[in-house]
Protein backbone atom coordinates (compact mmCIF):
# COMPACT_ATOMS: atom_id res chain seq x y z
CA UNK A 1 0.00 0.00 0.00
CA UNK A 2 1.00 3.41 -1.16
CA UNK A 3 1.61 5.84 2.01
CA UNK A 4 1.26 8.98 -0.20
CA UNK A 5 0.84 8.75 -3.47
CA UNK A 6 0.75 11.48 -6.69
CA UNK A 7 -0.70 11.57 -9.97
CA UNK A 8 0.64 11.73 -12.44
CA UNK A 9 3.96 11.15 -11.98
CA UNK A 10 5.53 12.81 -15.16
CA UNK A 11 3.50 16.28 -16.98
CA UNK A 12 4.34 17.69 -19.85
CA UNK A 13 2.50 20.43 -21.14
CA UNK A 14 2.77 24.26 -22.64
CA UNK A 15 3.21 27.24 -21.31
CA UNK A 16 0.02 29.20 -20.90
CA UNK A 17 -2.00 25.68 -19.92
CA UNK A 18 -3.48 24.89 -16.68
CA UNK A 19 -3.13 21.98 -14.93
CA UNK A 20 -3.71 20.38 -11.55
CA UNK A 21 -1.67 17.91 -9.56
CA UNK A 22 -3.19 15.12 -7.39
CA UNK A 23 -1.93 14.27 -3.44
CA UNK A 24 -3.76 11.50 -1.46
CA UNK A 25 -2.50 9.60 1.92
CA UNK A 26 -3.41 6.91 3.55
CA UNK A 27 -1.58 7.32 6.94
CA UNK A 28 -4.35 9.00 8.43
CA UNK A 29 -1.97 11.71 9.43
CA UNK A 30 -3.78 15.55 10.08
CA UNK A 31 -1.30 17.48 7.68
CA UNK A 32 -0.10 17.50 4.39
CA UNK A 33 2.40 19.64 2.50
CA UNK A 34 3.38 20.66 -0.80
CA UNK A 35 7.10 21.30 -1.74
CA UNK A 36 8.54 21.78 -4.99
CA UNK A 37 12.47 20.77 -5.75
CA UNK A 38 14.01 23.22 -8.73
CA UNK A 39 16.93 21.83 -10.99
CA UNK A 40 19.25 22.24 -8.28
CA UNK A 41 17.57 20.02 -6.22
CA UNK A 42 16.60 23.07 -3.93
CA UNK A 43 13.52 21.64 -2.18
CA UNK A 44 11.03 24.29 -0.72
CA UNK A 45 8.01 24.01 0.91
CA UNK A 46 4.93 25.97 -1.10
CA UNK A 47 2.07 24.93 1.13
CA UNK A 48 0.82 23.23 4.05
CA UNK A 49 -2.60 22.35 5.09
CA UNK A 50 -3.84 21.07 8.86
CA UNK A 51 -7.46 19.16 8.34
CA UNK A 52 -8.49 21.03 5.13
CA UNK A 53 -7.62 24.21 7.01
CA UNK A 54 -4.17 26.36 5.01
CA UNK A 55 -1.72 26.99 7.68
CA UNK A 56 1.61 27.85 5.59
CA UNK A 57 1.48 29.86 2.45
CA UNK A 58 5.11 30.37 1.60
CA UNK A 59 5.59 33.86 -1.33
CA UNK A 60 4.16 31.36 -4.22
CA UNK A 61 2.97 33.48 -7.14
CA UNK A 62 -1.19 33.25 -6.91
CA UNK A 63 -1.21 31.11 -10.19
CA UNK A 64 -0.17 28.47 -7.59
CA UNK A 65 -3.90 26.94 -5.75
CA UNK A 66 -3.72 24.65 -3.56
CA UNK A 67 -7.31 22.62 -2.57
CA UNK A 68 -7.82 20.38 0.46
CA UNK A 69 -11.51 18.40 -0.31
CA UNK A 70 -10.75 16.05 3.28
CA UNK A 71 -7.42 15.85 5.12
CA UNK A 72 -6.41 12.93 3.19
CA UNK A 73 -6.05 14.72 0.23
CA UNK A 74 -4.55 18.08 -1.22
CA UNK A 75 -4.65 18.71 -4.54
CA UNK A 76 -2.43 21.65 -6.54
CA UNK A 77 -3.93 23.07 -9.40
CA UNK A 78 -1.37 26.18 -11.76
CA UNK A 79 -2.65 28.23 -13.72
CA UNK A 80 -1.16 29.90 -17.21
CA UNK A 81 2.44 27.61 -16.50
CA UNK A 82 5.66 29.28 -17.62
CA UNK A 83 8.95 28.21 -18.08
CA UNK A 84 10.05 28.73 -14.14
CA UNK A 85 7.39 26.65 -12.71
CA UNK A 86 9.17 23.20 -14.06
CA UNK A 87 10.91 21.19 -11.22
CA UNK A 88 9.36 18.46 -9.32
CA UNK A 89 6.39 18.88 -6.95
CA UNK A 90 6.76 16.15 -4.04
CA UNK A 91 3.43 15.87 -1.80
CA UNK A 92 4.62 15.01 2.20
CA UNK A 93 1.98 14.12 4.93
CA UNK A 94 2.45 14.07 9.04
CA UNK A 95 0.68 13.45 11.85
CA UNK A 96 0.46 16.81 13.20
CA UNK A 97 2.18 19.90 12.21
CA UNK A 98 4.57 22.20 14.14
CA UNK A 99 3.24 24.72 16.41
CA UNK A 100 5.11 28.26 17.51
CA UNK A 101 6.91 28.68 20.67
CA UNK A 102 4.94 28.60 23.68
CA UNK A 103 2.47 25.95 22.78
CA UNK A 104 2.07 22.36 23.90
CA UNK A 105 3.20 19.00 21.65
CA UNK A 106 6.71 17.80 20.89
CA UNK A 107 8.99 19.67 17.99
CA UNK A 108 8.74 17.63 15.50
CA UNK A 109 6.53 15.08 13.31
CA UNK A 110 8.37 12.97 10.50
CA UNK A 111 7.23 14.05 7.45
CA UNK A 112 6.48 11.24 4.44
CA UNK A 113 6.72 12.04 0.99
CA UNK A 114 5.40 11.43 -2.38
CA UNK A 115 7.17 9.89 -5.18
CA UNK A 116 7.01 13.26 -6.92
CA UNK A 117 5.37 14.80 -9.58
CA UNK A 118 7.97 15.93 -12.78
CA UNK A 119 6.47 19.11 -14.60
CA UNK A 120 8.19 19.98 -17.70
CA UNK A 121 7.05 23.27 -19.21
CA UNK A 122 8.03 23.80 -22.87
CA UNK B 1 23.52 33.64 4.97
CA UNK B 2 21.33 30.58 4.11
CA UNK B 3 19.11 29.61 6.01
CA UNK B 4 20.83 25.50 5.98
CA UNK B 5 23.92 25.22 4.06
CA UNK B 6 25.39 21.86 2.77
CA UNK B 7 28.29 21.23 0.84
CA UNK B 8 27.09 19.86 -2.08
CA UNK B 9 29.83 17.31 -2.87
CA UNK B 10 29.91 14.89 -4.18
CA UNK B 11 32.19 12.77 -1.76
CA UNK B 12 33.63 9.50 -3.32
CA UNK B 13 34.72 7.08 -0.90
CA UNK B 14 35.40 3.46 -1.51
CA UNK B 15 33.37 0.66 0.71
CA UNK B 16 34.14 0.68 4.06
CA UNK B 17 35.00 4.32 4.18
CA UNK B 18 34.00 6.60 7.16
CA UNK B 19 32.72 9.82 5.92
CA UNK B 20 31.11 12.76 7.53
CA UNK B 21 28.72 15.63 6.31
CA UNK B 22 28.83 18.86 8.14
CA UNK B 23 25.71 21.16 7.64
CA UNK B 24 24.71 24.54 9.31
CA UNK B 25 22.07 26.29 10.03
CA UNK B 26 21.23 30.62 10.65
CA UNK B 27 18.51 30.81 13.42
CA UNK B 28 19.03 29.95 16.94
CA UNK B 29 16.14 29.27 17.87
CA UNK B 30 15.39 26.20 15.52
CA UNK B 31 14.43 23.12 18.39
CA UNK B 32 14.53 20.42 15.58
CA UNK B 33 17.05 18.90 13.38
CA UNK B 34 17.17 16.10 10.81
CA UNK B 35 18.56 14.23 8.07
CA UNK B 36 16.82 12.82 5.22
CA UNK B 37 18.03 10.63 2.65
CA UNK B 38 16.99 11.07 -1.29
CA UNK B 39 17.73 8.74 -3.87
CA UNK B 40 18.20 9.75 -7.26
CA UNK B 41 14.93 10.66 -8.63
CA UNK B 42 13.17 9.29 -5.68
CA UNK B 43 11.81 11.31 -3.31
CA UNK B 44 13.48 12.15 0.60
CA UNK B 45 12.94 9.77 3.56
CA UNK B 46 13.93 10.21 7.08
CA UNK B 47 17.00 8.56 7.81
CA UNK B 48 17.25 10.22 11.54
CA UNK B 49 16.50 13.35 13.63
CA UNK B 50 19.12 14.89 15.40
CA UNK B 51 19.26 14.99 19.02
CA UNK B 52 21.27 17.40 21.27
CA UNK B 53 23.02 14.49 23.26
CA UNK B 54 23.91 13.07 19.65
CA UNK B 55 22.54 9.71 18.51
CA UNK B 56 23.63 6.56 17.01
CA UNK B 57 21.24 4.17 14.01
CA UNK B 58 23.80 1.34 13.27
CA UNK B 59 26.64 2.58 11.04
CA UNK B 60 25.23 6.45 11.32
CA UNK B 61 25.82 8.83 14.00
CA UNK B 62 24.61 12.39 13.76
CA UNK B 63 25.26 15.19 16.21
CA UNK B 64 24.08 18.51 17.06
CA UNK B 65 26.69 21.73 18.15
CA UNK B 66 24.19 24.63 19.63
CA UNK B 67 26.53 26.96 20.03
CA UNK B 68 28.40 27.08 16.49
CA UNK B 69 24.96 26.02 14.80
CA UNK B 70 25.72 23.19 13.00
CA UNK B 71 24.77 19.29 12.21
CA UNK B 72 26.73 16.69 11.70
CA UNK B 73 26.43 13.16 9.72
CA UNK B 74 29.27 10.32 9.89
CA UNK B 75 28.68 7.24 7.96
CA UNK B 76 31.09 4.42 9.30
CA UNK B 77 31.56 1.25 7.00
CA UNK B 78 30.42 2.79 3.63
CA UNK B 79 28.46 0.69 1.68
CA UNK B 80 27.48 0.70 -1.84
CA UNK B 81 23.78 1.37 -0.85
CA UNK B 82 24.64 4.44 0.80
CA UNK B 83 25.30 6.57 -2.39
CA UNK B 84 22.13 9.06 -1.91
CA UNK B 85 22.12 12.71 -1.45
CA UNK B 86 21.75 13.46 2.18
CA UNK B 87 19.98 16.17 3.29
CA UNK B 88 20.32 18.40 6.46
CA UNK B 89 16.39 19.82 7.63
CA UNK B 90 15.84 22.49 10.35
CA UNK B 91 13.07 23.97 11.52
CA UNK B 92 12.16 27.67 11.33
CA UNK B 93 9.70 29.63 12.33
CA UNK B 94 6.93 30.88 10.16
CA UNK B 95 4.35 33.38 10.90
CA UNK B 96 3.28 31.10 14.32
CA UNK B 97 3.83 27.93 12.88
CA UNK B 98 7.30 26.39 12.43
CA UNK B 99 8.38 24.67 9.25
CA UNK B 100 10.98 22.68 8.10
CA UNK B 101 13.86 23.74 5.69
CA UNK B 102 15.50 21.43 3.81
CA UNK B 103 19.63 21.89 3.13
CA UNK B 104 20.48 21.70 -0.89
CA UNK B 105 21.75 18.29 0.10
CA UNK B 106 25.29 16.75 0.21
CA UNK B 107 26.07 13.75 -2.69
CA UNK B 108 27.76 11.04 -1.54
CA UNK B 109 29.12 8.23 -4.25
CA UNK B 110 30.37 4.74 -2.40
CA UNK B 111 32.55 2.53 -4.70
CA UNK B 112 33.50 -1.09 -4.75
Known amino acids: DTAVSQTPKYLVTQMGNDKSIKCEQN?????MYWYKQDSKKFLKIMFS???????INETVPNRFSPKSPDKAHLNLHINSLELGDSAVYFC?????????????????????FGPGTRLTVT | RKEVEQDPGPFNVPEGATVAFNCTYS??????FFWYRQDCRKEPKLLMS???SGNEDGRFTAQLNRASQYISLLIRDSKLSDSATYLC?????????????FGTGTRLLVSP
Open chain 1, 92 to 112: ASSQDFLRGPGTSGPFSYEQY
Open chain 1, 27 to 31: LGHDT
Open chain 1, 49 to 55: YNNKELI
Open chain 2, 27 to 32: NSASQS
Open chain 2, 50 to 52: VYS
Open chain 2, 89 to 101: VVNFMNTGFQKLV
